[in-house]
Nanobody, 122 residues
Framework: QVQAVESGGGSVQTAGSLRLSCQVS????????VRWFHQPPGKERERVAA???????YYADSVKGRFSISKDNDKNTLHLQMDSLRPEDTAVYYC????????????????WGQGTQVTVSA
């Protein structure tokens, strides 16, 4: 059974930084698209960042220049470095690994992490 376990969430002040990690087991992240999503309070889940097998990245406009997605294939772990955090970044953050596709589709079939809370105070 594939598992994705997130860590690194927490509370920070505006302009602070956090680094989220997602350890995936039984599914090689080197071969597939990986994504980070977030779900702000009272809103639907949204795409934040994506990384295809060939290294192509995608970022939501709201996080461009502040967030960076990466993965460590040896540790089968993906990361989301979040800098210059803003109160509007407050959300539950989810990692996801595409089950079959090396490139990142708009819709997909995902293995999901359990979510980690990020709270940014003014």
């Amino acid at each position: 059974q594939v598992q994705a376990v997130e860590s690194g969430g927490g509370s920070v002040q505006t302009a602070g930084s956090l680094r989220l990690s997602c350890q995936v087991s039984r599914h090689p992240v080197s071969n597939y698209c990986v994504r980070w999503f977030h779900q702000p309070p009272g809103k639907e889940r949204e795409r934040v960042a994506a990384l295809s097998r060939d290294g192509t990245t995608y970022y939501a406009d709201s996080v461009k220049g502040r967030f960076s997605i990466s993965k460590d294939n040896d540790k089968n772990t993906l990361h989301l470095q979040m800098d210059s955090l803003r109160p509007e970044d407050t959300a539950v953050y989810y990692c996801a690994a595409e089950k079959t596709r090396p490139f990142c589709p708009n819709e997909g079939s995902w293995y999901w992490g359990q979510g980690t809370q990020v709270t940014v105070s003014a």
